[in-house]
């Protein structure tokens, strides 16, 4: 029987590369995708002879038809897109940072799962990655909390809707990735210093954590429609 093949949008790094990695060592074939093409090769190599590389722009909605040709039948897709736009205090917050964090994420998750509909097994699975912020109130996440909770609205309507195929998602919380490299390093670590107090689990999570999760939800072929949170418990003490 051939290996099963996935197909990892976002991942030539973070959450997305974890994923890959672990879908390898379950002796997966995977596909991972991203616009850095020097960043997808690294990561490519990284996982070897079971992974190819593509160059795509999840945000490029035109040309992601011609992707996944490229790409052909398979049997699996993880949409591992994050946006940073659209953090900061409600009264503040830029409308143009947050149409241009729903252009990155949400419409992005919508138009690459419409894009790859052709050509993913009628068995398969799609996992959507939302976040925490979606489930907690923050403040000054309004922004990307509109976003990741219209990812995770998503993921019951398209599980009932393209039955067979199972639909999931998972909804991260403080994951240390390279989505944080924006920040100081002493204010990032500041943040995750406070963020471990807050967290009953007592620490902020990795992409491991997240990839464990994914992997769980594709070999489980008796789940659909749940967005699993992976945050410690960090979505009842947050605010």
């Not at 030539?12 to 090769?41: H, M, W, Y």
């Not at 205090?89 to 894009?115: M, N, R, W």
């Not at 990032?188 to 994914?214: E, H, M, Y």
């Amino acid at each position: 029987m051939p290996a099963q093949h996935t197909v990892i949008v976002g991942g030539s790094s973070g959450i997305g590369l974890a994923t890959a990695q672990r879908l390898v060592a379950k002796g997966f074939t995977v596909t991972i995708t991203g616009r850095d093409e020097a960043r997808l090769d690294a990561a490519a190599r990284k996982l070897g002879p079971e992974a190819r590389a593509l160059r795509m722009d999840g945000t490029d909605t035109d040309a992601l038809p011609a992707r996944f040709s490229q790409i052909g039948a398979f049997d699996h897709l993880v949409i591992a897109l994050g946006s940073g736009k659209g953090v900061g205090p409600f009264a503040e917050l830029a409308i143009g940072d947050v149409k241009a964090g729903f252009e990155e994420k949400v419409y992005a998750h919508f138009a690459v799962a419409q894009s790859a509909l052709p050509f993913l097994s009628p068995t398969g699975s799609v996992t959507f990655i939302s976040a925490i912020s979606a489930q907690a109130a923050v403040p000054g996440t309004s922004g990307i909390s509109a976003a990741n909770a219209a990812i995770a609205a998503l993921v019951p309507v398209l599980a009932v809707e393209l039955r067979p195929r199972r639909v999931n998602g998972v909804a991260p919380g403080v994951i240390d990735t390279p989505w944080w490299d924006a920040i100081p390093t002493e204010q990032k670590l500041a943040l995750f210093n406070d963020f471990t107090a807050k967290t009953p689990v007592g620490r902020v999570g990795t992409s491991d954590d997240v990839a464990d999760a994914i992997a769980f939800l594709i070999g489980n072929d008796f789940i659909t429609g749940h967005v699993l949170p992976i945050d410690g418990g960090l979505r009842f003490l947050a605010a």
